[in-house]
């Protein structure tokens, strides 16, 4: 294996664990809140005013931001040096600040003032309060995003990997405190202060690893106020780019929440229940699991590589490094995909099935968990594709593609709500996100001129092969525990396919000498060298 795609896999594997560590606290901070709140008109207003700035977060402060930062900051401190490079990294910390600043004081303001101008139905007009108190978290999540972007820059993942981590925590001791009071009303709003706590810890925690490493704001940032405006100058492209998901995922909550026939109301000519929003969040989180550990991890760890070899004009490496992603996205993200179609309604029923939340619940948030899971492989690839055509400076080609899956995604939607409902939205985001991962990659494929020395497509149709095996093995199980009563019977119907699962997949690409699984976990000593 080369020294790149050691310090890939490497790093890949920390920033994965701490991902893990992170998911499984938010499976427990939902299966709190399902428990707590059910699926209803409350967590439906939660779910889309916490989708807001967790766009945002996901847009400016991790995605477009981070981005367009990156290379600026590499070439910088190239070209000039360590201290140039704090001066700009300040200064882009500096404007950061005042626009998000300028922003939150702009909803806020908006926000009151509709509240005193116009009439309110008694659902909009508790997502409008839990908005006015929850815009504050974009301020801090876009900077904690930043900082980490920053330490990421300086090749350390571990502490920018641990940030969500701190944000559950919290969360989940806000919703231990919300049990202090019986309103449900209330501990929503007990609830969405923790989140508000937990963002100023965010931001604390990488900035604090910054000082230990020595990194300091400069008092000269002035200095490097033409780079923060060429970084501003790149990032709208960025955000058109990397907004397509997250616009699809939002245009999914809106439509749900727009779409569904008040509770009790005698007109249901529309075609969605409430509850419909809320199981869509639930299916997103559930999605979002090996997204997150893989994907993310993955693209956060390969974009400096792919920066730097970009930079240097180094495009043999670029490329192998390239294919080296791609590979690892179908050896894990294809049985990903087969493994949430397998276990979507066992997950649900084990992770949330509690308190308020019954099993019709159950029922709608297994859907849309199959729906989205359909996907896993998209959604990787595209993290993977984005950061590919970003490292090269092309920041329109995944515009382009994105507005067309944005068009198709909401012309979708609006179609097969009327035959499968809720899952109508998810499977239509799926869907496109597929076609857009193909599209992007053919592109990206023509402008560098190939995939490197070892082509991918071995790997899709090996981790095709392999998923297929896996998937027969683990439904058979899952058959022979369709009985299993009790909390305990839930724990095995998940436990035992799975790692009947895992233990098919693996051994058949032993069988088939697949390698990459392995590789993502560990270095086995009779893999060949790629050097």
């Known amino acids: 294996m080369s020294d790149s795609a050691e310090h890939v896999t490497t790093n890949f594997r920390w920033v994965s664990l701490c991902t893990v560590l992170s998911r499984i606290l938010g499976l427990v901070r939902d299966a709190a809140m399902a428990a707590l709140f059910g699926n209803g008109p409350l967590l439906d207003a939660f779910t889309v005013a916490f989708r807001i700035p967790n766009m945002a977060r996901a847009l400016l402060g991790e995605g477009a931001l981070a981005t367009a930062f990156l290379p600026a900051y590499l070439a910088e401190r190239e070209r000039s040096g360590r201290e140039a490079a704090a001066r700009l990294a300040t200064a882009v910390v500096v404007a950061l600040c005042a626009a998000l600043m300028l922003v939150i004081g702009g909803i806020e303001l908006a926000l009151i003032v509709a509240g005193t101008c116009c009439e309110w139905t008694p659902s909009a007009e508790l997502l409008r309060r839990l908005l006015i108190c929850l815009t504050p978290y974009l301020g801090c999540i876009c900077l904690a995003a930043q900082l980490s972007a920053l330490l990421n820059a300086e090749r350390r993942f571990l502490v920018p990997a641990l940030v969500p981590t701190v944000l559950n925590l919290i969360w989940l001791a806000g919703l231990g405190c919300a049990l202090m009071w019986r309103d449900p009303e209330r501990q929503l709003f007990v609830m969405s202060g923790s989140i508000l706590v937990g963002g100023l810890a965010q931001v604390a925690f990488p900035l604090a690893a910054l000082h230990r490493q020595g990194f300091a704001l400069d008092r000269h940032w002035r200095a490097a106020w033409q780079g923060v405006r060429e970084i501003a100058a790149q990032i709208l492209p960025v955000v058109g780019?990397?907004?397509?998901?997250?616009?699809?995922?939002?245009?999914?909550?809106?439509?749900?929440?727009?779409?569904?026939?008040?509770?009790?109301?005698?007109?249901?000519?529309?075609?969605?229940?409430?509850?419909?929003?809320?199981?869509?969040?639930?299916?997103?989180?559930?999605?979002?699991?090996?997204?997150?550990?893989?994907?993310?991890?993955?693209?956060?760890?390969?974009?400096?590589?792919?920066?730097?070899?970009?930079?240097?004009?180094?495009?043999?490496?670029?490329?192998?490094?390239?294919?080296?992603?791609?590979?690892?996205?179908?050896?894990?993200?294809?049985?990903?995909?087969?493994?949430?179609?397998?276990?979507?309604?066992?997950?649900?029923?084990?992770?949330?099935?509690?308190?308020?939340?019954?099993?019709?619940?159950?029922?709608?948030?297994?859907?849309?968990?199959?729906?989205?899971?359909?996907?896993?492989?998209?959604?990787?690839?595209?993290?993977?594709?984005?950061?590919?055509?970003?490292?090269?400076?092309?920041?329109?080609?995944?515009?382009?593609?994105?507005?067309?899956?944005?068009?198709?995604?909401?012309?979708?939607?609006?179609?097969?709500?009327?035959?499968?409902?809720?899952?109508?939205?998810?499977?239509?985001?799926?869907?496109?996100?597929?076609?857009?991962?193909?599209?992007?990659?053919?592109?990206?494929?023509?402008?560098?001129?190939?995939?490197?020395?070892?082509?991918?497509?071995?790997?899709?149709?090996?981790?095709?092969?392999?998923?297929?095996?896996?998937?027969?093995?683990?439904?058979?199980?899952?058959?022979?525990?369709?009985?299993?009563?009790?909390?305990?019977?839930?724990?095995?119907?998940?436990?035992?396919?799975?790692?009947?699962?895992?233990?098919?997949?693996?051994?058949?690409?032993?069988?088939?000498?697949?390698?990459?699984?392995f590789a993502v976990i560990y270095r086995r000593r009779d893999q060949p060298s790629e050097s």
Not at 327 to 350: M, N, Q
Not at 394 to 421: M, Q
Request: aromatic letters at 12%; proline letters at 4%.
């Open 241 to 517: 780019g990397l907004m397509v998901m997250q616009i699809n995922v939002l245009i999914d909550s809106l439509l749900a929440w727009g779409f569904t026939s008040p509770e009790g109301a005698k007109d249901a000519w529309l075609p969605l229940s409430v509850g419909t929003a809320s199981a869509l969040y639930f299916g997103q989180r559930l999605y979002q699991f090996p997204l997150g550990v893989f994907g993310v991890a993955l693209g956060t760890v390969l974009f400096p590589l792919l920066t730097e070899h970009a930079q240097t004009r180094q495009w043999d490496r670029l490329r192998d490094d390239f294919s080296l992603g791609l590979r690892y996205v179908a050896a894990i993200g294809i049985p990903a995909s087969v493994g949430l179609l397998l276990l979507a309604h066992p997950l649900a029923s084990l992770f949330f099935e509690y308190g308020a939340f019954d099993g019709q619940d159950v029922r709608d948030t297994a859907g849309m968990i199959a729906a989205y899971g359909s996907g896993v492989w998209a959604y990787c690839g595209l993290l993977i594709i984005h950061r590919g055509f970003y490292a090269l400076g092309d920041r329109l080609t995944p515009l382009r593609v994105g507005i067309w899956s944005v068009l198709g995604n909401v012309v979708l939607s609006l179609s097969l709500i009327w035959v499968w409902g809720g899952v109508g939205l998810a499977l239509a985001t799926a869907i496109v996100s597929m076609l857009q991962c193909l599209a992007a990659g053919a592109l990206f494929r023509q402008k560098i001129g190939g995939w490197g020395r070892r082509s991918f497509g071995t790997a899709v149709v090996l981790a095709s092969l392999c998923a297929a095996a896996m998937g027969v093995t683990g439904y058979a199980t899952l058959m022979l525990l369709a009985d299993w009563p009790g909390w305990a019977g839930r724990v095995v119907r998940v436990g035992i396919p799975f790692t009947v699962a895992v233990v098919t997949y693996f051994g058949a690409a032993s069988v088939v000498r697949f390698h990459d699984p």
